[in-house]
């Protein structure tokens, strides 16, 4: 069975505090979502493997400790998930972007695919499938679905605000992959929300409604 981390953090949760908030402005709400998602990524990545090298300072030679070569992608779910990508890149530039495009249907709240594309040695690297909310865990399931299927093997999933419901599925129909998340909320509403969640991700980060 995967595991699941709940970042406590007081900046993170202090950040949560401020985009559950209504009130807060698109401006505002995109910039906090880039920060608790570059903040998650320092915290998840405390076990980065280490190796030893020897340099030169100024005055001397001396052995220091530097992190052993990681290639890493990040796979936003389209739309909301782009909204984290900038985040996670500030933590680890060199990490490549592959696009899973996913909607929840508004009647069926199933999720519909439109797009998907993967860097090409995706086989290889550690990947962090990234999203705002784990609700129904529709969207993560068929996400992670499509990142197996084009040979994704070591995968991470990361998202701001996730429901018990959401969590229960995605560690059924993917034990392999743990779940990093900031805030882990009561229980879906019967529209699939989350409460007491944010509202729509999608639509805070872009201002769409
Ligand atoms: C939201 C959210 C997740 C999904 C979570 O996306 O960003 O992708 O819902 O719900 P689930 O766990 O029940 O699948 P939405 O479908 O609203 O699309 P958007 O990102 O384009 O706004
Ligand atoms: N998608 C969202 O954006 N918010 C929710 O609460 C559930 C799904």
Partial sequence: MSKVYVFEHPLIQHKVAMIRDK???TKDFRQLVKE???????????DLALEEVEIETPICKTTVKQLQGLDVAIVPILRAGLGMVDGVLEIMPNAKVGHVGLY???????PVEYYCKMPEDIDKRKIYVV??????GGS??????????RGGKNITFMCLIAAPEGIEELQKKHPDVD????????KL????????GLGDAGDRIFGTK
Avoid at 131 to 136: I, S, V, Y
Avoid at 179 to 186: N, P
Avoid at 189 to 194: D, F, G, L, S
């Fill in 23 to 25: 009130n807060t402005t």
């Fill in 36 to 46: 608790i998602a570059m903040l998650m990524t320092f915290e998840s990545t405390r």
């Fill in 104 to 110: 929840r249907d508004p009647e069926t709240h199933e």
């Fill in 131 to 136: 999203d705002p909310m784990l609700a129904t």
């Fill in 140 to 149: 993560a399931v068929a996400a992670i679905d499509f990142v197996k299927a």
């Fill in 179 to 186: 779940i990093y998340i900031a805030a882990k909320d009561e």
């Fill in 189 to 196: 509403n019967e529209n699939a929300y989350i409460v007491p």
